[in-house]
C-alpha cells in the first residue's frame, strides 16, 4: 500500500453505508456530508449532530514533570490547570509563529492529553518530543488508541444523558472525565468546535461503531442526524472560532490572530517563543496588524480565502474563511484588514470576487453565539 493512501477510521464503513460523500483531508477519508450541508448545520444549531472527529491527533504527556514540559512547550499555563478540566491553548515556534491550536486536557495529576489538528498532529508530536530534552516526562503518540465521536446542539445532553453514568449536569465548558458511554468507556469532554453547547467522547477505536449506533438510537426522538465536515465548517465559522490554515499559520503570532490572551507570561519559566511574542504583544499595542473581523455580505455572492478585502479602491485585507452562513442567509467571511477599517461598521469596505467588488459589512466575531 502506497503510503499516499489516506487513511480510515474507524467509522469508515458505516459512513459509507449511510451514503456519506467521501473526501481526503489532511491525509484521512472523511465523510463531507451526508445529505443536505445545510440540513446538517441546521440540525446542529437546533437538534443536535453526530460527526466523526477520529482524525485528530491525540498526544499524551506524562510524568513527574508533564506540567513542566507543557508550559515550557506551549504558550499556556497548563501547570494551573485542574485535574478534570481542559484549556484551549497554542503551540508556537521559537520567533513566534503558531505551530497549531490546541486543547489540553489534564487527566491526572502527572498525565494530560493534548489533542492537535490532523494536518498538523506530526508537527506538533515532534515538536513535543523535541521540547521534552531535559524533563521527565515522557511524550506517547496516541492518534491510533482514539477515536473521537462528537454529539453537537442544544439536544445532545439530553441525549447523551440516556447512555451515559457520567454527571453531565456537573460537567463544565471545558472540563472532561472519564465514564461509560453506552457501556464502554470513555473520555466525555464538553468541548467542540461548533458554537453549541456539546460533547466530545474520546473511546477504543473498537467501540467507535458501538457508541455511535447507540447514539444514533438515541438522538432519533431529539432529530439528531449524522454530520460532516462540510457544515462542522460554516458551524465554526459562524463562531468566529479559527481554523489552522486561515485564521492561523506560522506566519502569525497569537496576537496576530487577535488571541494574544492565550500566552501567559506571568507563568513561572522561560517558554519556546516567550521572546518573540513579548515583542509581538508591544508591537501590537503601538502599530496595531491587520485585525481579524467579520463581513457579512450585502449581496449573494459568496467571499472564499484568498480573497482581496477593498476600500477606496486599494488591497486593505484579506479573506481567510468565507462560505454561506445558514443561520444569517447571508454569505459571510473572516478577514484580516488593516486596523484603520476594522471598526464595526466601517463604510466602504467590500470584497474583490472575480473582478467585482461586492459591498460587505464590517462587524465584531462571531457572527452567532448562542442563546445559554
Not at 493512501?5 to 464503513?13: E, G, K, N, S, Y
Not at 443536535?48 to 506551549?74: K, R
Not at 465514564?179 to 468541548?191: K, Q, S
Amino acid at each position: 500500500m502506497s503510503s499516499n493512501a489516506p487513511r480510515h477510521t474507524a467509522l469508515d464503513a458505516l459512513h459509507r453505508s449511510l451514503g456519506a460523500t467521501m473526501t481526503d483531508f489532511a491525509g484521512w477519508d472523511m465523510p463531507l456530508r451526508y445529505g443536505s450541508e445545510r440540513d446538517e448545520h441546521l440540525a446542529v444549531r437546533t437538534k443536535a449532530g453526530l460527526f466523526d472527529l477520529s482524525h485528530m491527533g491525540e498526544i499524551t504527556v506524562g510524568g513527574p514533570q508533564a506540567a513542566a514540559l507543557l508550559n515550557h512547550a506551549l504558550v499556556g499555563n497548563i501547570a494551573s490547570v485542574g485535574v478534570g478540566r481542559a484549556r484551549y491553548t497554542m503551540i508556537c515556534r521559537a520567533d513566534g509563529g503558531i505551530l497549531d491550536d490546541l486543547i489540553v486536557y489534564r487527566l491526572q495529576e502527572h498525565e494530560y492529553m493534548v489533542v492537535a489538528n490532523a494536518s498538523n498532529a506530526q508537527v506538533v508530536l515532534d515538536a513535543l518530543v523535541e521540547r521534552s530534552a531535559g524533563f521527565d516526562a515522557v511524550v506517547r503518540d496516541d492518534r491510533d488508541a482514539y477515536a473521537l465521536i462528537a454529539v453537537q446542539g442544544p439536544e445532545s445532553p439530553g441525549i447523551l444523558r440516556s447512555l451515559t453514568d457520567a454527571d453531565l449536569d456537573g460537567l463544565k465548558y471545558y472540563a472532561g472525565l472519564p465514564g461509560t458511554v453506552a457501556g464502554v468507556p470513555a473520555l466525555i469532554a464538553r468541548t467542540g468546535y461548533t458554537g453549541e453547547d456539546g460533547f466530545e467522547l474520546f473511546v477504543s477505536p473498537g467501540d467507535a461503531e458501538k457508541v455511535w449506533q447507540a447514539l444514533t438510537e438515541a438522538g432519533a426522538p431529539y432529530g439528531l442526524i449524522p454530520c460532516g465536515l462540510s457544515c462542522r465548517d460554516t458551524l465554526r465559522l459562524e463562531a468566529g472560532m479559527p481554523l489552522y490554515g486561515h485564521e492561523l499559520s506560522t506566519s502569525l503570532t497569537p496576537f496576530d490572530a487577535g488571541l494574544g490572551r492565550v500566552v501567559k507570561f506571568e507563568k513561572e519559566g522561560d517558554f519556546v517563543g516567550r521572546e518573540a511574542l513579548s515583542e509581538a504583544a508591544a508591537a501590537a499595542v503601538e502599530n496595531p496588524p491587520r485585525v481579524l473581523v467579520g463581513l457579512i455580505a450585502e449581496g449573494r455572492r459568496v467571499p472564499r480565502a484568498g480573497y482581496a478585502v477593498v476600500a477606496d479602491g486599494k488591497v486593505v485585507g484579506e479573506v481567510t474563511s468565507g462560505a454561506p452562513s445558514p443561520t444569517l442567509g447571508k454569505p459571510i467571511a473572516m478577514a484580516y484588514v488593516d486596523a484603520a477599517h476594522s471598526a464595526p461598521g466601517t463604510a466602504g469596505v467590500g470584497v474583490d470576487i472575480r473582478g467585482s467588488h461586492e459591498p460587505y459589512e464590517v462587524v465584531a466575531l462571531p457572527f452567532y453565539k448562542r442563546q445559554k
